[in-house]
Structures are given as C-alpha cells and as structure tokens.
C-alpha cells in the first residue's frame, strides 16, 4: 500500500502536495458530476474530448520522457480503430464482440510498434531521422486505407470502405448493456483516469527513472548496464497502445473511421498536444490534450474554418514563449504560489 | 580453448588490437593485460591512443582486428551494456551524470539493472567513497546543481553503485583543484586496497606518482613502455615523449 502511494505520489509528475491532491479530487468530482447537469448529447461530446487524453499521454512518454519524436503514432490509432471495427463488426451477434476486438485492436498495435521499433531503435537510428520514419509510416497507412473503396477490400462482412471509411461499427457492449451517451462518459473518464494512474505510477517507478535517464544521456545509461534499444522499443509499443487505446474508444464514440484520421492533419495533433502542455508532465499534457480537443471542436462545430490556423497560432506562441509548455509552466507558478502562501501560515 | 582458462586469471586483456582512422593508426596491435587487484595507470601525449583504447575496452568503438577478454570471456563482439553486466564500471572524461535527475535517483539507477538478489547485496565499496567524497546517498539535490568535482564523485559513485568488479576511470581528476586530485588517489588506493581492480587513464603525472602502482605507456598508437611507477618515472625515453622531445 504504501509503495503504491510513493509510486502514485512521486517526482515524475507535477503535484505532490496535499493542496494539489485535494484540487485533482475535486477535478475529478466535477467530472463526474458534470453529465448531470447537461444533455446527453453534450456529456458525449465531452467524452470525445476525453478519449484522446490517452494518446496524448503516450506522446508525453514517448516525447517528454523518453525522448523520442513520433510523428506519426495516429498510425496505431487508426490500426486499433480498424481493427476493432472489423472484430467488432464481424462479431455484432456476440455480446462479447466488442471486448475480442479492443484486445484485437490494442493487441494490433502493439505487434505492429513492436516490429517498426525494432528496425528503428535497434538499428541504431539517428533521433532526428526517427519523427520522419514514422510520419512516413502513417501517411503510407493513409494511402493504403484509401484505395480500399470497393467490394473486394472487405474482411468478413465488414467493408473497409476507401476513402469514406468504415461505418456501423459497433458500441462497447457489456453482456447486454450498450454504452452510449452518459454512459460512454463515464466509461471514457474511468478508462483515462486508469491510463493516467497507470502511467504515473510507471514513471515513478525505477523502469520509469532509467526512462528519463536515457532521454538525458543514453551512452551514460548503456554504460551502466542497460539495453537501450530494448526500452526504447518498449516505451515505444507502450505508448502505441496508449494511442490504440484511444483509438478504440474513437470508433465505439463515432461508430465510423475514415482515413483522414491517420492522415497528416491528425499527424500533427498529438505533437501539438505534448507540446502546448508541456510534454515532461504527464498531467499537463492530458490537460492540454481536453483543452485543444474542445477548442477544436467547438470552433470547427460552429462552421469556422480557422480550427487548425488557431491550433498552430497556439504552437507558435507556445514554442516562442513557453518553450516547456503553457499547462506546465502555469502549475510550477501555481506551486510556487502554493509553497509560498503556506510558509507564510505556518 | 585452453589458453582461455588458463588466462581467466587476468581481469582485463586485448590481444593485438588495432585500428586506424583514415591514415592515422590509433591502435597498432595493443596487448594489454590487468590482473586482478592491480591499480593500473594508462598514460602518453596527447593523440598517443589512450581514449581509443579505452573506448575499444568500452564498446563505443569497434576495433579492426583483435580480441578482447574480461576475467577470461571474449567480449570482443559484445555491446557496452554487456561488458558492463559483467562487472565492469567506467566513467568519461566528461562529466555524464544526469543534471535533470537528483543525487539519490543518479545512485539508485545502476541498481535497477541488476537482479533483484543482489541489490540487497552490502556495498562496503560504494558506502566507503560516499563517505570519503562527502556525498549522501538520499541527497535530492538535483546533480545539476553540484560543483564540478563533486560531480565527477557521484560519478564514480555512480560506476561503483552497481558493484564491479574493474573500474575504467577516463581522466578521473580533470579539471580538479590540487586538493580534490589528491583526495580522489587517496580514495582509490584504498578502493584498490580491498580488492577492486582499477584502470585510470591519466594526464597528470603527479597523480600518477602517487596512485599508480604500475604504468603502461602509450606512444603514436603503441604500448611504449610498462612497468612500476619507478621504473616509468626514471625512463629516460618515457621523458623525452612527454617533453615532446622524442
């Protein structure tokens, strides 16, 4: 018990104080109430934002704390999101079909990572070459979704339908409940704040400390009797699933895929994400990752174009100003503020 | 086969390693051997070959032709990470800790590569040099906030923290004031006096008088010439390399 708190309450992420654990209680508590107060249709729309919190979260490992670019983790995404679609679909009799295809989708993106790292980290590449090789894996999984148009190119009785995608894919489904609405809310809340526990519990643990220590210095971490190349291969796949994880909850949101989602626009969002939060801080990511995503969707919602022109605005000011990440830097304010006002208590 | 066993009583050993960058052979067919317990001195003009030898020892570089032997297994093939599982800690000539994390974190991480029985294991070595370079084992004070010599001590520490059996220490004392210089011989003599085999390659003669037990000497890629601290020190042609005379 008391290990789990230490690894729960840790240095890997910001806020250990009593102060922050109470205000991240209560955050939470509002989140819960939250669908009360509004109608099913928003309460959804907020899940949506919630779902790519996980994504998000895997980029800041990857990034933040690992040290390693990936442009192009939508690709895990979109191969959860698929094939869950195509178990799922395939399954749509079986009340259990919805849980054989999430571990078929996570499952999928793990292998696939597996091998891509492989070639990637074990070969020794440069860090710099790594964000094109994966952007460059993406894209290509984008050409290939989209010439699937067309009766041929189905899996069972699932289409996979081109460029329009794939449709009717089938909700989460427990025995014979079906989560929609509120409860595909309080579903996607339960599945983040687990992501979030889970992965803040890694990075304070020793296997998250050489983490960080092979973003500082990787010989000095090989030097002390580490195979890199096998943890970096293994953050990798981890925070493909992270990705898969959200691309899973994706599709039983939408009920629908298209390609455009592992495409160049998508690409960049979770890169955007880290980045404006403060990728070091798993917290500060998953913050900035709901933030943009209502930003996002309520201006592109409202029939503005400029969604994507006003996120990259953000970036820009971002990497100018707050080149650690807007969410990051105003909770050390924040904590310094804290620190201070109860010194001068006491 | 047999030449193999017989030889697992040297620590550390190369058999004619060489290796060239473009025109320049940095390594002409080096043997080297470290027996156990001995506290060695690697020292020569700059561009002798001391750094390429010991990335070679390393890992970090592949020689050309050659072998090399820790306690009797080749290695020759084997990555830096693989040499160091087997009881080999080093440090660089620059300063490698990592400044983003604290003193206790930078100590506790060579722990987490080994297995879980030996972590309990009594690190009489590791406790000794805390003490003696004044450093805490639960610091945590971020190591980017310590002094430059201390920095190089937790270093070692570092390398000592996961309990080797041969120590390869690339310019130890770089940049360290007198004082500190000789702090650092004391505390690896008596490192080397319960049994730890140590290489140091070093600059200063100084520290090499008062650490070394025995020297080799390298010279344009060679071994030039081994020997006890004395019989190194009263060389005449040793001299005249070093004054560049040579």
Known sequence: MNTALRLISGEGDIGKTGVFWISFLFVVLLFFIYPSQVSAFRASNSAYYLLNIPLGMGMALLWGYCGVLS????????????????????????????????????????????????????????KWIIPILTLVFTLLLETFLGQTAGYQWRVGSVLLGGYNGMTGIPSFQLGDYIFQGYSFYYYCLVVVLACYFFLRMTVN??????????????????????????RQCLIFVLSAVLAGISGVLYVQWGNYVTPSQVGLLQAALPVVWAAVGGRTSLLAVAMSTFCLGWITFTLSSQGNQYAMVIIGGVLIVTMLFFPRGIFLMIAEILGRWVSKISKGNT | MESDAMDSAVALETR???????????ADNIDFKVYPGELRCLIG???????????????????????????????TKKLAFERVR????LTFQTNRAFHDLSVRENLAIPHFALKKDNIKVENKRLDYALGAFGLDLNDPTKAGELTHDQLQ????????????????????TAGMAEEETSKTGKV?????????????????????????????????????????????????EVKQIYLGKG
Not at chain 2, 154 to 167: G, K, Q, R, Y
């Open chain 1, 71 to 126: 442009f192009g983790h939508v690709a895990y995404f979109g191969i959860s999101a698929y094939l869950y679609g195509i178990i799922a679909g395939n399954l749509s009799e079986n009340s259990w079909g919805p849980i054989i295809g999430i571990l078929g989708g996570l499952g999928g993106s793990a292998i696939v990572a597996a091998v891509f790292g492989y070639f990637v980290f074990y070969a020794r590449v440069q």
């Open chain 1, 205 to 230: 643990s020793g296997f998250g400390k050489v983490t960080i220590a092979i973003r500082e210095d990787e010989l000095r971490t090989e030097t002390l009797g580490y195979d890199v190349r096998a």
């Open chain 2, 16 to 26: 004619s390693i060489s290796k060239k960058f473009g025109g320049i052979v940095a």
């Open chain 2, 45 to 75: 003009p700059n561009g002798a070959g001391k750094s390429t030898l010991f990335s070679i020892l390393c890992g970090f570089q592949q020689a050309e032709s050659g072998e090399i032997l820790i306690f009797g297994q080749n290695v």
């Open chain 2, 86 to 89: 087997l009881g080999v800690g």
């Open chain 2, 153 to 172: 001590w937790l270093e070692m520490s570092m390398a000592l923290s996961s309990n080797p059996n041969i120590l390869l220490l690339d310019e130890p």
């Open chain 2, 188 to 236: 690896l003599k008596f490192l080397n006096s319960i049994g730890l085999t140590i290489v140091v390659v070093e600059h200063d003669m100084d520290f090499v008088r008062n650490v070394a037990q025995s020297v080799t000497v390298l010279h344009q890629g060679r071994i030039f010439a081994e020997g006890s601290v004395e019989e190194i020190t009263s060389n005449e």
